[in-house]
């Protein structure tokens, strides 16, 4: 059965590899995407492992080498700026580091021709039925489609819609982040710098040309906070670093007058089953371990083999998801169970944790050589 009806919510990563994979399995795709456009900040993100292969199926590995950053080496700083701890950063031929930005607009690239995007829109309500689902739009008109994916993120209103409230299904680990894209720090462009405070951290990273600040800290979870209010995601961040050191204070200045501010609280996305009926979940909005779980990598797999499941099951979409599902979890539970030592790497809670990790980044540095 071919030329059926694919909704897909969100254009990050996961919605345009799924839309790339769709059309060429005989599916018409149709991507809506509540931004008008691209987010400049974010940390640069790595593609590898099994997003490798997507991309090298998808022919577009050339297009992501070209975007890619130059960094060779994660170096830990003390408050004075002198090194105190480094790591290797593993080579470009096992994977590919870039701007996500940089990632979801080749991945768009790639889907554009054969799928309808659709900027600055919403899904409003959905209503399916045995035969298909009856979706409106903020802005749009109603339209009918066969199947909905919802890619739309770690608050995914698609999740909301079928499955309820985010609170069931998304776990706060105590740590958040905020990003912002700055020009003119004067970076290496193969070093991310990264200075450690107990329970604070400020990195730079060069990017492939505008640098990306970003800060990383531990504190209580807060299910009920806004993550569209920026004005209390810049106070929140002014006060988690208060007093830092190092280049704190003109970050802080930086992020006070930014209007591209990237903020949330790092958090595990778990389901029990991530399809109902003729909608199913993919990317963060079905598992995520966000900021340390490999998301976009896990993204672009999981689109893959959502495709792959849907080509070979045509006329039996649940039997597809359930295909998707099993094959998909086994990627993803080892990244979700690997939160806490990642963390624990990045963010110390000590000052001896500081100093322990940068002298095991040195040995291991040594070691590899």
């Not at 080496?73 to 950063?89: D, H, I, K, S």
């Not at 790639?110 to 659709?118: I, K, L, N, T």
């Not at 979409?317 to 359930?322: Q, Y």
Request: aromatic share 6%.
């Amino acid at each position: 059965m071919t030329n059926r009806t694919v909704l897909i919510s969100g254009a990050g990563v996961a919605g345009p590899t799924l839309a790339y994979w769709l059309a060429r399995h005989g599916y018409r795709p149709t991507v809506v995407e509540r931004a008008q456009g691209m987010r400049s900040s974010g940390n640069p993100i790595d593609v590898r492992g099994p997003a490798m292969a997507v991309a090298h199926r998808m022919g577009i590995v050339p297009a992501l080498q070209a975007k890619a950053t130059a960094v060779t080496e994660l170096t830990f700083l003390n408050a004075a700026g002198r090194r105190v701890g480094r790591m290797p950063m593993p080579p470009q031929t096992e994977s590919i580091e870039l701007p996500r930005m940089d990632l979801a607009t080749v991945l768009l690239d790639a889907a554009r021709d054969d799928a309808e995007f659709v900027f600055g829109d919403s899904i409003s309500t959905l209503q399916p039925d045995a035969d298909g689902v009856d979706v409106t739009f903020d802005h749009g008109e109603p339209r009918r489609f066969d199947l909905v994916v919802g890619a739309d993120g770690v608050h995914s209103w698609t999740r909301r819609l079928v499955f309820g409230d985010e609170s069931q299904f998304v776990e706060q680990l105590g740590l958040w982040v905020a990003t912002l894209a700055i020009d003119g720090l004067g970076l290496d462009p193969r070093q991310v710098l990264m200075y450690n405070e107990p329970g604070r951290a400020l990195s730079l990273h060069p990017g492939s040309g505008k640098p990306i600040a970003a800060f990383i800290w531990r504190s209580p979870a807060d299910p009920g906070y806004d993550y569209r209010d920026t004005a209390d995601h810049k106070r929140r961040l002014a006060e988690a670093y208060a007093g830092g050191g190092w280049r704190i204070p003109e970050m802080l200045r930086h992020a006070g007058e930014t209007d591209d501010l990237y903020f949330d609280a790092v958090s595990r996305v778990s389901l029990e089953r991530w399809s109902a009926g003729r909608v199913v979940l993919l990317g963060d909005a079905a598992s995520s371990v966000s900021l340390f779980g490999d998301g976009s990598t896990l993204a672009m797999a999981g689109a893959a083999t959502l495709a792959d499941a849907l080509a070979a099951h045509p006329a039996d979409h649940e039997t597809a998801f359930r295909a998707y599902e099993a094959a998909h979890r086994k990627l993803v539970e080892p990244k979700q169970n690997g939160v806490g030592q990642a963390s624990k790497l990045l963010i110390p809670s000590t000052r001896l944790g500081i100093g322990v990790r940068n002298a095991a980044s040195n040995v291991l540095a040594a070691i590899r050589r």
